[in-house]
């Protein structure tokens, strides 16, 4: 499949006009959740804790709270600070993990290797770094178990970005379609609004395969819509019912408020902090828009509306103690446009709702890309724009987990106690992690990460303590939730880093391979073989087991590695790490694709194909630099065949430091650099190259030495014609189908979650081969029990 890389829209613009569209844009995509907390704000402060009173004091200090708190959270704390704590234009919870891990050694992924960090993707600002700064940076890099707590706060916030995928659709539209108990009674509200809920849920999960794309041109004009509709019903009931509500923004409310209601102010400020709910899509979508456009969309449009509908909403309730029903947002609308406002706040509930759904998918993606998720289907549903992905499993336990949330809560109050305490969780964790990226990352003295920490870090601390207390009203839920999907992953994740240790104890050596020969029974059978293997260097166990049940293996050998890197994209032109695995002769090769978090895996036949292509361009290449065609210093940084591996080179376009004698095509798209760089086991001088914008089409010019093509090196063609006529007998895709076992003498949690935890999960989720997409008459599984 053949995506568009880079960012949904392209942001290289930067006039006016293209931002302002980007901001346009951004406003169905980021800011449909956060548009629609007006509908159960106020309704969930006010469900029991606090009651509303000929005073005003109760009102007008939630008012002053909403204010404040839309102001320092989502205003100060994500579009002045954490926004420009990106990794590469991209945002959220693995952005921040992937830029710390790249400023300090903390990672817990295998198979690093010195050759990433030549990544365009892997940019590193090196301001000065102060004093301070290192000492942290050296604390954290001593202690194993910072790494290990680090890598678990990272997990506890994709958790809970998951728990909020799951609670916002249900209160979303709930609190939309409950706007018809006002037009019905009780006793058929009581049977309408559950039902038409649960439906409106199935459909929107159901829809979910078709991609986000193929409705999507209509989410922006919808939620400004109903910005715009909010703003107005603010705006008209400030001024028919108390203009003077604007005082109440004065945080001297807040003060008269907490001295009046006491502990029943401090537990409804679980209803309260339902305002900043959506604040975290601002920085996990950036990658979708840019920096400038989040930014004006927020500051001149949304968050004017949402003050002013909240400020509407309490200009109406500071005249109407006496409501017949509940307090809500559709008790402050008249009744001439009621019914238009209904099926507006429905559709805005719907695109909020479809934002976080897809938000889900995506850090679910990320996890399972950095070996933290068991595998799962991942489905591209555009092939022009990057990451709108589908994940069928993931929707279809979502939709029965939101229905069933809907109908075991049937309320707001509790739906909004669950929703709050994970919302207030997942920027909890972003608050720690950027005060690490301004240390670690942007250099600034420690004392301002602490006053970052501790001033936003204490306003978030309120709320989720009053989230907490709640937490046999419905805050259990995403604590259960978050405790279960913890410990799925983290078992995934240490049994993964187990096993990647006990091949790199237990491969095999070079001279074993190269031993192998018709004088031990070993016969090479035509096609190409690939053995997939999580080590960069070395020759795998199941290799070697593989070829001592089977005393055959492929003429062309390739060793394949598909790792994950602490980026978010690779360009494809630096995807293919390439090298020779032996002599020329042996026809043994190895190659590294690597993926950021990002990315989306291509599929078995693209992969296929594209892999041909690589290796036949490495041959050449290896051909022309090996007779000193190719101007390179490097003469002496290839090991020798007979003691170990030959260094790898980045395929993508090849370039040169001296001017090659071949012709240039410029209708192919510009790609990368070729550089030879050492394994993370063998680090040798790594040599550069200066890219260029044209790929090399290996064709002679009529300028050269060599008169033409068909008296090239007949070693060179030997070799490609051994390849293709390889890829024409086949391809067999070589995997291990692992059985792990805890050793003896392991503890009783280990035996637990290596013994049944994590097998039970790999048993009962996609297999590699599925993951890959090879075709069943394709594939070799080699079994392989791992004691670890």
């Given at each position: 499949?053949?995506?568009?890389?880079?960012?949904?829209?392209?942001?290289?613009?930067?006039?006016?006009?293209?931002?302002?569209?980007?901001?346009?844009?951004?406003?169905?995509?980021?800011?449909?959740d956060?548009?629609?907390?007006?509908?159960?704000?106020?309704?969930?402060?006010?469900?029991?804790?606090?009651?509303?009173?000929?005073?005003?004091?109760?009102?007008?200090?939630?008012?002053?709270?909403?204010?404040?708190?839309?102001?320092?959270?989502?205003?100060?704390?994500?579009?002045?600070?954490?926004?420009?704590?990106?990794?590469?234009?991209?945002?959220?919870?693995?952005?921040?993990?992937?830029?710390?891990?790249?400023?300090?050694?903390?990672?817990?992924?295998?198979?690093?290797?010195?050759?990433?960090?030549?990544?365009?993707?892997?940019?590193?600002?090196?301001?000065?770094?102060?004093?301070?700064?290192?000492?942290?940076?050296?604390?954290l890099?001593?202690?194993?178990?910072l790494?290990?707590?680090?890598?678990?706060?990272?997990?506890?916030?994709?958790?809970?970005?998951?728990?909020?995928?799951?609670?916002?659709?249900?209160?979303?539209?709930f609190?939309?379609?409950?706007?018809?108990?006002?037009?019905?009674?009780?006793?058929?509200?009581?049977?309408?609004?559950?039902?038409?809920?649960?439906?409106?849920l199935?459909c929107?999960?159901?829809?979910?395969?078709?991609?986000?794309?193929?409705?999507?041109?209509?989410?922006?004009?919808?939620v400004?819509?109903?910005?715009?509709?909010?703003?107005?019903?603010?705006?008209?009931?400030?001024?028919?019912?108390?203009?003077?509500?604007?005082?109440?923004?004065?945080?001297?409310?807040?003060?008269?408020?907490?001295?009046?209601?006491?502990?029943?102010?401090?537990?409804?400020?679980?209803?309260?902090?339902?305002?900043?709910?959506?604040?975290?899509?601002?920085?996990a979508?950036?990658?979708?828009?840019?920096?400038?456009?989040?930014?004006?969309?927020?500051?001149?449009?949304?968050?004017?509306?949402?003050?002013?509908?909240?400020?509407?909403?309490?200009?109406?309730?500071?005249?109407?103690?006496?409501?017949i029903?509940?307090?809500?947002?559709?008790?402050?609308?008249?009744?001439?446009?009621?019914w238009?406002?209904?099926?507006?706040?429905?559709?805005?509930?719907v695109?909020?709702?479809?934002?976080?759904?897809?938000?889900?998918?995506?850090?679910?993606?990320?996890?399972?890309?950095?070996?933290?998720?068991?595998?799962?289907?991942?489905?591209?549903?555009?092939?022009?724009?990057?990451?709108?992905?589908?994940?069928?499993?993931?929707?279809?336990?979502?939709?029965?987990?939101?229905?069933?949330?809907?109908?075991?809560?049937?309320?707001t109050?509790?739906?909004?106690?669950?929703?709050?305490?994970?919302v207030?969780?997942v920027?909890?964790v972003?608050?720690?992690?950027?005060?690490?990226?301004?240390?670690?990352?942007?250099?600034?003295?420690?004392?301002?990460?602490?006053?970052?920490?501790?001033?936003?870090?204490?306003?978030?601390?309120?709320?989720?303590?009053?989230?907490?207390?709640?937490?046999?009203?419905?805050?259990?839920?995403?604590?259960?939730?978050?405790?279960?999907?913890?410990?799925?992953?983290?078992?995934?994740?240490?049994?993964?880093?187990?096993?990647?240790?006990?091949?790199?104890?237990?491969?095999?050596?070079?001279?074993?391979?190269?031993?192998?020969?018709?004088?031990?029974?070993?016969?090479?059978?035509?096609?190409?073989?690939?053995?997939?293997?999580?080590?960069?260097?070395?020759?795998?166990?199941?290799?070697?087991?593989?070829?001592?049940?089977?005393?055959?293996?492929?003429?062309?050998?390739?060793?394949?590695?598909?790792?994950?890197?602490?980026?978010?994209?690779?360009?494809?032109?630096?995807?293919y790490?390439?090298?020779?695995?032996?002599?020329?002769?042996?026809?043994?090769?190895?190659?590294?694709?690597?993926?950021?978090?990002?990315?989306?895996?291509?599929?078995?036949?693209?992969?296929?194909?594209?892999?041909?292509?690589?290796?036949a361009?490495?041959?050449?290449?290896?051909?022309?630099?090996?007779?000193?065609?190719?101007?390179?210093?490097?003469?002496?940084?290839?090991?020798?065949?007979?003691?170990?591996?030959?260094?790898?080179?980045?395929i993508?376009?090849l370039?040169?430091s001296?001017?090659?004698?071949?012709?240039?095509?410029?209708?192919?798209?510009?790609?990368?650099?070729?550089?030879?760089?050492?394994?993370?086991?063998?680090?040798?001088?790594?040599?550069?190259?200066?890219?260029?914008?044209?790929?090399?089409?290996?064709?002679?010019?009529?300028?050269?030495?060599?008169?033409s093509?068909?008296?090239?090196?007949?070693?060179?063609?030997?070799?490609?014609?051994?390849?293709?006529?390889?890829?024409?007998?086949?391809t067999?895709?070589?995997?291990g189908?692992?059985?792990?076992k805890?050793?003896?003498?392991?503890?009783?949690?280990?035996?637990?979650?290596?013994?049944?935890?994590?097998?039970?999960l790999?048993?009962?989720?996609?297999?590699?081969?599925?993951?890959?997409?090879?075709?069943?008459?394709?594939?070799?599984?080699?079994?392989?029990?791992?004691?670890?």
């Amino acid at each position: 499949m053949d995506i568009d890389y880079g960012k949904c829209w392209d942001t290289s613009k930067k006039s006016w006009k293209s931002t302002l569209i980007l901001a346009y844009q951004s406003l169905g995509v980021v800011y449909g959740d956060l548009s629609i907390s007006p509908l159960y704000v106020y309704k969930s402060t006010f469900a029991e804790d606090i009651h509303h009173s000929e005073t005003n004091e109760e009102i007008f200090g939630v008012l002053s709270f909403v204010f404040w708190t839309l102001t320092l959270v989502p205003l100060f704390k994500y579009v002045f600070i954490v926004l420009r704590a990106d990794d590469n234009g991209e945002g959220g919870t693995f952005a921040l993990y992937s830029l710390i891990c790249r400023h300090a050694k903390v990672s817990l992924l295998p198979n690093r290797q010195v050759a990433d960090e030549a990544l365009s993707t892997y940019k590193l600002e090196h301001p000065p770094e102060t004093k301070n700064s290192s000492r942290v940076k050296l604390l954290l890099e001593k202690h194993k178990f910072l790494h290990t707590a680090l890598l678990i706060l990272v997990l506890l916030g994709t958790c809970m970005v998951i728990g909020d995928g799951l609670l916002t659709p249900a209160i979303s539209v709930f609190s939309a379609v409950s706007g018809l108990e006002l037009s019905m009674s009780r006793d058929h509200h009581q049977y309408a609004v559950i039902p038409i809920t649960c439906f409106i849920l199935v459909c929107l999960f159901a829809l979910q395969h078709y991609g986000t794309h193929r409705v999507g041109f209509c989410f922006a004009p919808i939620v400004l819509i109903w910005l715009l509709c909010i703003s107005a019903l603010g705006l008209y009931n400030i001024i028919h019912w108390n203009p003077l509500v604007y005082k109440a923004l004065s945080p001297y409310y807040m003060v008269k408020f907490l001295k009046k209601t006491r502990k029943g102010g401090w537990m409804s400020l679980g209803g309260i902090l339902l305002c900043i709910t959506g604040s975290e899509a601002m920085f996990a979508d950036l990658g979708h828009f840019s920096y400038s456009a989040i930014q004006i969309a927020f500051t001149f449009l949304v968050y004017p509306a949402l003050i002013l509908a909240y400020m509407g909403q309490a200009a109406f309730l500071s005249k109407h103690h006496h409501t017949i029903h509940k307090i809500g947002f559709y008790v402050s609308v008249p009744d001439c446009v009621r019914w238009p406002v209904l099926v507006i706040a429905i559709l805005a509930s719907v695109v909020g709702s479809q934002a976080i759904i897809s938000g889900t998918f995506s850090i679910i993606n990320q996890s399972q890309s950095l070996g933290c998720f068991p595998r799962v289907k991942v489905v591209h549903t555009s092939a022009k724009i990057h990451g709108q992905i589908y994940i069928p499993e993931i929707n279809w336990i979502l939709m029965i987990l939101c229905v069933a949330v809907t109908i075991g809560f049937r309320d707001t109050k509790h739906m909004g106690n669950a929703s709050g305490l994970a919302v207030m969780a997942v920027m909890l964790v972003t608050t720690c992690l950027t005060s690490l990226v301004i240390i670690l990352c942007w250099n600034k003295p420690p004392i301002l990460a602490l006053g970052f920490l501790l001033l936003f870090g204490s306003i978030e601390l309120l709320y989720f303590s009053a989230s907490v207390i709640k937490f046999l009203e419905g805050a259990w839920l995403p604590i259960l939730l978050a405790l279960f999907l913890v410990t799925v992953m983290f078992v995934w994740h240490y049994a993964t880093v187990k096993k990647y240790e006990y091949d790199l104890h237990n491969k095999v050596s070079l001279e074993w391979l190269l031993a192998l020969g018709p004088s031990l029974g070993i016969t090479r059978v035509p096609g190409i073989g690939l053995v997939f293997t999580d080590l960069t260097s070395g020759i795998p166990a199941n290799f070697s087991r593989f070829v001592t049940n089977l005393p055959a293996y492929h003429r062309i050998l390739v060793f394949v590695c598909v790792k994950s890197v602490p980026v978010p994209f690779v360009p494809p032109a630096e995807r293919y790490l390439v090298g020779r695995v032996g002599p020329a002769a042996h026809r043994s090769y190895r190659c590294i694709v690597r993926y950021g978090y990002r990315d989306v895996h291509q599929d078995v036949d693209s992969f296929e194909s594209e892999l041909v292509s690589r290796l036949a361009d490495f041959i050449r290449y290896d051909w022309y630099k090996t007779h000193g065609i190719i101007d390179n210093e490097d003469d002496g940084s290839r090991s020798g065949a007979s003691s170990g591996e030959c260094r790898l080179t980045v395929i993508g376009t090849l370039a040169f430091s001296g001017t090659p004698a071949f012709e240039l095509e410029d209708n192919v798209q510009p790609a990368s650099v070729s550089v030879g760089f050492p394994t993370a086991e063998s680090v040798t001088d790594v040599i550069e190259m200066q890219p260029v914008e044209r790929r090399v089409r290996f064709a002679i010019d009529n300028e050269s030495e060599v008169d033409s093509r068909e008296e090239m090196d007949g070693q060179l063609q030997e070799e490609l014609e051994d390849l293709y006529a390889a890829q024409q007998a086949g391809t067999a895709f070589v995997l291990g189908h692992s059985h792990v076992k805890a050793k003896q003498g392991s503890s009783m949690l280990k035996r637990l979650a290596i013994n049944y935890g994590y097998n039970f999960l790999r048993r009962n989720c996609r297999g590699a081969d599925v993951s890959l997409k090879v075709p069943p008459a394709s594939l070799l599984e080699v079994g392989m029990a791992y004691i670890v």
